[in-house]
T-cell receptor, first 112, second 115 residues
Framework: QQQVKQSPQSLIVQKGGISIINCAYENTAFDYFPWYQQFPGKGPALLIA?????SEKKEGRFTISFNKSAKQFSLHIMDSQPGDSATYFCAAPDTGRRALTFGSGTRLQVQP | EAGVAQSPRYKIIEKRQSVAFWCNPISGHATLYWYQQILGQGPKLLIQ????????DSQLPKDRFSAERLKGVDSTLKIQPAKLEDSAVYLC?????????????FGEGSRLTVL
């Protein structure tokens, strides 16, 4: 069964700063690593995902960096805004269960 | 396009009582998931359906939890009898296709409090 370790648990950054969240996973036979964003009272929503035939994917202010040899990937939020304040979950494939295993989440607070 | 609908949004019950949650996925989505999200934790998969067949229910506590997906559309998740540790948000998600590379669309969840 897939195990996903996410850090930090919580993060406070100033407006305009860079937020960095890290994830580590175990072996997988399927390369697909998404990040989900969850606001209070809402369900998680896909933010960005990478299929690592590349080591990095950028969408606007959000970037995923992937290190296959280390089995790690990270989310970078550039120019963080108060509207980015949410909980972020990384996920990795559990090929045995044909489903995603989610990390424990990082609560991001961006101060104005 | 309508999203994933779940009801009820909130439910408070006494331990040993029963509860049922309902989910209506996005139209045309073949795969449906129930996740349990305990406060401060990530979503944990309970059961996955492909159309009306079960793909995986290895983490479903079958002595108290049951789920069904009738006609490959709506789904219900039942807990009977409930325990204190079942207090959580129950999230339903759907995806257009099965497998690991598709986007999951989550509902807003059903928050269960067991007293």
């Amino acid at each position: 069964q897939q195990q996903v370790k996410q850090s930090p648990q919580s993060l406070i950054v100033q407006k305009g700063g860079i937020s960095i969240i890290n994830c580590a996973y175990e072996n997988t036979a399927f390369d697909y690593f998404p990040w989900y964003q969850q606001f209070p009272g809402k369900g998680p929503a896909l933010l960005i995902a990478i299929r690592p035939d590349v080591s990095e994917k950028k969408e606007g202010r959000f970037t995923i960096s992937f290190n296959k040899s280390a089995k790690q990937f990270s989310l970078h939020i550039m120019d963080s805004q108060p509207g980015d304040s949410a909980t972020y979950f990384c996920a990795a494939p559990d090929t045995g269960r044909r489903a995603l295993t989610f990390g424990s989440g990082t609560r991001l607070q961006v101060q104005p | 396009e309508a999203g994933v609908a779940q009801s009820p949004r909130y439910k408070i019950i006494e331990k040993r009582q029963s509860v049922a949650f309902w989910c209506n996925p996005i139209s045309g989505h073949a795969t449906l998931y129930w996740y349990q999200q305990i406060l401060g934790q990530g979503p944990k998969l309970l059961i996955q359906f492909q159309n009306n067949g079960v793909v995986d229910d290895s983490q479903l506590p079958k002595d108290r939890f049951s789920a069904e997906r009738l006609k490959g559309v709506d789904s219900t998740l039942k807990i009977q009898p409930a325990k204190l540790e079942d207090s959580a948000v129950y999230l339903c998600a759907s995806s257009l296709v099965g497998g690991l590379g598709g986007e999951l669309f989550f509902g807003e969840g059903s928050r269960l409090t067991v007293l």
